[in-house]
């Protein structure tokens, strides 16, 4: 099999990297090399219509990403991404955790008051089969966990499309960005 080609899904998939991150919602203004991505995350820009830089896989795994904390009104953090109507996710701003899951558009949203002092949060997610863990930890030396969701979307059997999301329900625009990525497939699969 060559190098760049793409097999179905059913076939073996390869460690997942920063390069195989691709956007749906695209910013206007962005950066991407092999190590980060950055961006402008415009004003106005609500799940699922904001950028999302999504990966997919289908074997068990674990994947850490390093993630900027977004300001108040703004969110950053993973997603579960199927479709526009069904998508699970977890985001931090300064002052807030939001969680926020869609099955075949019937969504629901909650958001908790916060206070974080860090710029970054590294972010865990925890795929087992159908079933896939959100966590995430402010403290990046020796990172302690913290499980913020549980779900199973219709769809999610055979392969995932996961990655960081950044919203912005104010009008301001704000900096933010990917800064690393570590993918592990889990043993014995």
């Not at 904001?50 to 289908?58: H, K, M, Q, T």
């Not at 939001?98 to 969504?107: D, E, F, P």
């Not at 549980?150 to 995932?160: E, F, K, N, V």
Request: hydrophobic fraction near 35%; charge should be negative; aromatic fraction near 10%.
């Amino acid at each position: 099999m060559e190098k760049n080609t793409q097999e179905a899904y059913t076939a073996s998939m390869k460690k997942v990297m920063m390069r195989d991150f691709r956007w749906l919602g695209k910013p206007e203004i962005w950066k991407k090399d092999y190590r980060e991505t950055t961006l402008v995350v415009e004003g106005k820009t609500e799940l699922p219509s904001c950028p999302l830089l999504l990966a997919v896989s289908d074997e068990d795994f674990t994947c850490q990403l390093l993630i900027d904390v977004a300001p108040a009104g703004g969110e950053s953090g993973l997603c579960i991404y199927h479709s526009d109507l069904s998508f699970c996710a977890a985001g931090l701003s300064f002052d807030t955790l939001s969680v926020h899951t869609s099955v075949r558009g019937y969504k629901t949203e909650s958001h908790s008051p916060l206070e974080l002092h860090t710029k970054q949060v590294l972010w865990k997610l925890d795929r087992s089969g159908e079933s896939v863990k959100i966590f995430y930890a402010t403290e990046l030396e020796n990172p302690q966990f913290i499980e913020v969701m549980q779900s199973s979307l219709p769809g999610m059997q055979r392969a995932i499309s996961f990655g960081p999301y950044f919203s912005n329900r104010e009008s301001k625009p704000f900096d933010s960005g990917l800064r690393s990525v570590r993918y592990a497939k889990k043993e014995g699969q």
